[in-house]
Every structure is written in C-alpha cells, then in structure tokens.
C-alpha cells in the first residue's frame, strides 16, 4: 500500500450521488445493470479499491427544493428556474434515495467523508435495501422500484458481519471478497508479515519508544497478553517497558510503533484508515490529561506514574467520558467498562510480574 495521487491528503474529493453508494455494493453484490449505469459504479468500486481513505463527496440535490411553488407550479416567473430545473424536479425518486443515504451517515448532504467511514456507518445501519429501495411505496407507477431491489445483491454484501480485527489480520487477502471486503482491498498477509517482522527488529533495538497516548493505555488493557499479538505490536512494546523501566518513550499524536502489522495500517500514508480520528482525539485527550504536548518524551517508569495519577478511568478516555456512541466512526471501545488501570496500577506496571 503506497502513496499515490488518490491518497495525498491534498487530493480532490471523488463526487458520488448519495444513493450510487448502495449501488456499487449491489454491483459488488452480482448486479449487472444498475439504473445509475455499471460504469458508474465500477469507477467508484475502483476508487474504493485503490485507497480505502479515499475522500467521497456524498451529493444529493437539495437545491431544487428551493424554487418557490408559485415558479415552480403557478409560472409567475420571479425568478427564472434552471435550464434542466425539470428533469431534476422530475428525479424525485433519486433524490428521496440520495437524502436516506445522507441521513444513514447523519451528514448535510455534499459533506466530504472518507469511503471507509461511510461504508462501515452505511453498511452498519443499512443491512438490507428495506426502506431505501423499496418497502415504503404506495403507487409503483409513479414510485418505481428499482427492479434490482429484491434480488438480494446489496444484502450479500451488506449482511455479512465485519471481523475483528485479529481475524482481519489473520486472514489479509483471504477477506477480499466478503462482506465489507468485498468493497475494499485488504492487506495482503505477506505485507503484514514482513512489517511484523521489520518492526519487531526495530522495536528490539530501539533506545527509545514511540508509542501513541492511547496505545499506552491499550498496553495496559494486553498486559496479561503472553505471546505477541498478530495485529500490533502492544505486547513487544510493554516487554521493553517491563526489563528497561527507564527506557525514553516519545509520544507520538496518530500511529506508532504498535501499528506496522495491523490489517487497517496504510504504511504510504502513515494512517489507521479504519480509525484515525477517533484514536487521535484519544491522544489529545490524555495529553491534556497529563499536561504534556504531542512529542513529549518520559521514562516508561514516569510516564505511567503520571498516567496513574492522573487518570483514573478509561472512560475518561476511550468511553468519552460519558459512553456515549454518536456514530460507528466515534464508536467508543468497549474495553472502558474493565479495571484494567486500576488492577495495573496495584500491580506496579511496568514492574515485571
Ligand atoms: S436496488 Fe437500489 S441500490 Fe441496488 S442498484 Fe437498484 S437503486 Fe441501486
Ligand atoms: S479501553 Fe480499548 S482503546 Fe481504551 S485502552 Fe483499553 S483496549 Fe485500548
Ligand atoms: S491504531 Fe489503527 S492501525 Fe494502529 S493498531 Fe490500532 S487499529 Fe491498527
């Protein structure tokens, strides 16, 4: 997984029709003629399976709902209305589709999002095509179906469970195909296994740590770990903080050295598609709690005296507080609920057990 023109973080959003979303899982699914045209929605399938972060322009047009009724239906003429004003007026059905689609992801249409987050949320809340390709219609001669509703091709893809992460990890190219991986490249296993590899080695002679905030604490809820972990390097990590207590540890806001391995890491652009602003609010939140900056660099020992002292639950950081779950991109680790910190705490961690 490289760097390329789609990923740079200065790319041009991709512009999609709200609704075309669901359209290219219904491609992906064995439809052959989508109303929005299969080449719409194999380019789309393309961009997906280019780069998964992929920033998507979710349009509906909201914009025809503003010329006044007396224009619209009594000519009076006030304001002239747009040359192809009919055939938008005249594409309600797309439009109600395009508005679902909007809500399911609960953004003002025309809002950029990556591709990733808008199919983990539409995929989570949408499972099957009821209400949104058909179900509410009273008169199919002036609502028509889409006659690929009822076939089942969206729900092939959009039924099927997301993995866990180890499994993702697992299994790498064997996913491509299935549920959500079937919009998606994974990783391939032999890319996660050389950066294993390569990041372990480091990792061993490294003088000093670089770990994210919250993975210092994600270090805590693996301790009792005793093998490493296929997906991270959390159990390497804590190992060198356990028989080196006074080795430097800089903390990083975003990946680390724990994400190498891992299923959702995109090393050409040093980023955790699947979570990335979630874990970075994560970072930021601890830091504040700790009073220290992006960057700052402490003894394992001190770094977790301080993160004792001045945390006392992982609510506070990764249940927001208040366990409150707004959206799946936001979605709080369920882990928060444990004693994790409290029980490493009465341990002496890092202090080798
Ligand atoms: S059933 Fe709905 S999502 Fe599927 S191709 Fe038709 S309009 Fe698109
Ligand atoms: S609760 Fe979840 S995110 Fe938070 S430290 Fe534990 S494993 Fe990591
Ligand atoms: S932060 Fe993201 S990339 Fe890093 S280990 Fe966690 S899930 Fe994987």
Redesign the pocket.
């Known amino acids: 997984m490289k760097r390329d023109r789609r990923s740079a973080s200065e790319a041009e959003p991709y512009d999609v029709q709200a609704h075309h979303l669901a359209c290219a899982v219904c491609v992906r699914g064995g439809c052959k003629s989508p109303p929005c045209g299969r080449a719409t929605a194999r380019a789309l399938l393309d961009a997906l399976w280019a780069y998964p972060h992929v920033p998507l322009r979710i349009k509906a047009d909201l914009d025809v709902a503003r010329a006044h009724f007396f224009d619209v239906y009594a000519r009076r003429g006030d304001r002239p209305l747009p040359s192809d004003f009919q055939a938008r007026h005249d594409a309600y059905g797309q439009r109600r589709k395009d508005l679902e689609v909007c809500r399911l992801l609960g953004i003002y249409p025309n809002t950029v999002i990556p591709a990733f987050h808008a199919y983990r949320t539409l995929l989570t809340r949408q499972p099957t095509l009821d209400g949104l390709c058909w179900g509410l219609t009273a008169d199919p001669a002036v609502w028509p179906e889409c006659p690929r509703a009822r076939q089942g091709y969206y729900e092939k893809i959009a039924s099927v469970p997301f993995p866990k ?1 180890k499994e993702q ?1 697992a299994r790498g190219e064997a996913l491509a195909g299935e549920g959500f991986w079937a919009l998606f490249r994974p990783r391939t296993r032999a890319a996660m296994r050389a950066a294993k590899r390569a990041s372990v080695a480091r990792i061993a002679r490294a003088e000093r740590l670089y770990i ?1 905030p ?2 210092a604490l ?1 270090i805590i809820c693996t301790r009792r770990e005793t093998e490493p972990l296929i ?4 159990v390497e990590l804590r190992r060198r903080m356990e028989t080196e207590p006074d080795i430097l540890v800089t903390l990083t806001e975003g ?2 050295m ?2 190498d ?6 090393p050409g652009e040093h ?6 602003p979630k ?1 970075v609010l994560r970072d930021l939140r601890m830091l504040e709690m700790l009073g220290l900056k992006p960057g700052a660099t402490l003894p394992a020992r001190e770094l977790y005296r301080l993160i004792f002292a001045r945390i006392h639950s992982l609510k506070s950081v990764c249940g927001w507080g208040d366990g409150t779950d707004y959206a799946p991109l936001w979605a709080p680790c369920g882990r928060w609920r444990g004693t994790a910190l409290a029980d490493a705490q009465a341990e002496g961690f890092p202090k080798r057990r």
């Open positions: 992460l990890t994210r919250n993975h994600c997906e991270d390097n959390l990946c680390c724990v994400c391995p891992c299923n959702v890491y995109h980023l955790c598609y699947a979570a990335h874990n």
